[in-house]
């Protein structure tokens, strides 16, 4: 039986050091993804077979190049949160689990920093 | 707990022993669609980072990208996105306590399916007429 009281087991968000985060943060971007996904879908679909140039000139658009940073971040974010989900459903071996976690992290933060340089490279006239 | 001997204890049942229902496998195809699109976001940077490179670069990236193969893979990913989308709003309209009626969630599964497939057609053929 535990002594701790309910107030003291509430403080400090728990042995997991984090509350309803976790769970916010996936619906917070779900929301924000919805219409962001509906510009990337167009944009993808549009420019598949165009030239450089053309590329590049869509993207020099500064409403284009938000739009763009707006959907990375928060679809990276999303991405984060629903792999950590998946790892944590089916790798149980507590250092794969951390390798697998780790790797999660890196990929998400890779994909989101090398398509934001971009856009921002071809946004500031690269 | 890591490092204490344990007998091997029962298991509950797995999916296995489930007949196939149509709102298990939609749940199911939430999390493979999540995971592929995971990986076509990297596909999306490396696209966009050609652009910021070099057109000689580009032009080798989007020679697979605009190929019938990486087309047919955009169209896969569109699908998903479409589907993990409305799968979503599902989640959402869950979330706030409502839509639990049986019949109900049977109607917005079949909807998502239908949905999904109906909604990528539109968005190819919108951007293609377009373009």
């Not at chain 1, 087991?9 to 769970?23: D, P, Q, Y």
């Not at chain 1, 167009?42 to 707006?70: E, K, R, W, Y």
Request: include cysteine; proline fraction near 3%; hydrophobic fraction near 55%.
């Amino acid at each position: 039986m535990s002594m701790r009281t309910p107030l003291g087991k509430v403080r400090g968000l728990g042995s997991a050091r984090s509350g309803t985060e976790h769970f916010w943060h996936q619906r917070l971007t779900a929301v924000a993804n919805v219409p962001l996904i509906l510009f990337l879908v167009f944009f993808c679909v549009a420019h598949v077979g165009s030239s450089q140039a053309d590329m590049t000139a869509a993207i020099a658009n500064p409403l284009v190049a938000l739009m763009l940073v707006f959907t990375i971040i928060s679809i990276t974010w999303h991405m984060r949160l629903g792999m950590q989900v998946i790892i944590e459903d089916y790798v149980h071996s507590e250092g794969t689990k951390l390798a697998a976690l780790l790797a999660n992290t890196f990929f998400c933060a890779a994909v989101a920093l090398i398509g934001l340089f971009a856009v921002l490279k071809i946004s500031f006239g690269g | 707990m890591a490092g204490t001997p344990m007998k091997e204890r029962p298991l509950s049942p797995h999916l296995q022993v489930y007949r196939p229902m149509l709102t298990m496998m939609m749940s199911i195809v939430h999390r493979i669609t999540g995971a592929g699109l995971y990986f076509g976001m990297a596909l999306f940077v490396w696209w966009l980072f050609a652009a910021s490179h070099s057109s000689a670069y580009f032009d080798f990236v989007q020679g697979f990208i605009g190929s019938w193969f990486g087309r047919l893979v955009l169209l896969g990913f569109t699908w998903a996105l479409v589907h993990h989308a409305l799968g979503g709003l599902r989640h959402l309209l869950w979330d706030t306590g409502r839509g639990f009626d049986l019949k109900l969630i049977e109607v917005l599964a079949k909807g998502n399916l239908i949905g999904s497939l109906a909604l990528t057609l539109l968005i190819w053929i919108v951007a293609y007429m377009v373009r």
